[in-house]
Nanobody
Framework: QQQFVESGGGSVQPGESLKLSCLAS????????ISWHRQAPGKGREWVAG????????VYADSVKGRFIISRDNDKNTAYLQMNNLRSEDTGLYFC???????WGQGTQVTVSS
């Protein structure tokens, strides 16, 4: 079964950082562009960032630009989302996706609260 396993979430205070990981299972990540999404409580899913299969052309939602960094290590079959200067509005369940074949994971929870 092709899916992602996300990890690295947790509870932090505003201004702190977290690094999320997204391990591809059942397929080779190097063939796929990757997107990160999030879903806040009571809201719809929001696209956060994307990166090409070769690690080039990272793109970001305006809400996270300058604070989040998307990256990948195809040798480890893993993508990452470095999240800096976290805000309360960054709270949510974070998912990674391979848009081409619509592979998803179960998500990892990020809570930012003082």
């Amino acid at each position: 079964q092709q899916q992602f396993v996300e990890s690295g979430g947790g509870s932090v205070q505003p201004g702190e950082s977290l690094k999320l990981s997204c391990l591809a299972s059942g397929f080779l990540l190097k063939h796929y562009a990757i997107s990160w999404h999030r879903q806040a409580p009571g809201k719809g899913r929001e696209w956060v960032a994307g990166i090409a299969s070769n690690g080039e052309d990272p793109v970001y939602a305006d809400s996270v630009k300058g604070r989040f960094i998307i990256s990948r290590d195809n040798d480890k079959n893993t993508a990452y989302l470095q999240m800096n200067n976290l805000r309360s509005e960054d709270t949510g369940l974070y998912f990674c996706q391979a848009p081409r074949d619509n592979y998803w994971g179960q998500g990892t929870q990020v809570t930012v609260s003082s």
